[in-house]
Nanobody
Framework: QVLLVESGGGSVQDGTSLTLSCAAP????????VVWFRQTPGKERERVAA????????WYTDSVKDRFRISYDDIKDAVWLQMVTLKPEDTAMYYC?????????????????????????WGQGTQVTVSS
């Protein structure tokens, strides 16, 4: 299993912004599905945003639409999650995961729908805490 590295989490006030990054040495996200998940204690892991890096097609869960933006930086070979207008309910451990994707099928929506078991690369998470 490939170990991805997330960074950028922190403790912030509501209404502010954070940008998370996901990357790994000698690993490329090109032509892969990348999904940001989040999880709070006692709850199931939730899909937050997804991208097919091949053509930057994206998907977002309803609660973060218009506030979060997922993007792929092919120069740094990293996936970013820009989060603005953060709310206390965004508090969670955030994980990124990646998997190869058949180009003819792939899109942000397709990536969102993939089972967690299909993702062979995971990070260890970065904590985001939003205080009111």
């Amino acid at each position: 299993q490939v170990l991805l590295v997330e960074s950028g989490g922190g403790s912030v006030q509501d209404g502010t912004s954070l940008t998370l990054s996901c990357a790994a040495p000698a690993y490329t996200f090109s032509s892969k599905c990348v999904v940001w998940f989040r999880q709070t204690p006692g709850k199931e892991r939730e899909r937050v945003a997804a991208i097919y890096a091949g053509h930057r097609s994206t998907w977002y869960t309803d609660s973060v639409k218009d506030r979060f933006r997922i993007s792929y930086d092919d120069i740094k070979d990293a996936v970013w999650l820009q989060m603005v207008t953060l709310k206390p309910e965004d508090t969670a451990m955030y994980y990124c995961a990646a998997s190869p994707c058949p180009e003819k099928l792939c899109s942000g929506t397709f990536c969102y729908g993939r089972s967690q078991a299909s993702f062979g690369a995971w990070g260890q998470g970065t904590q985001v805490t939003v205080s009111s």
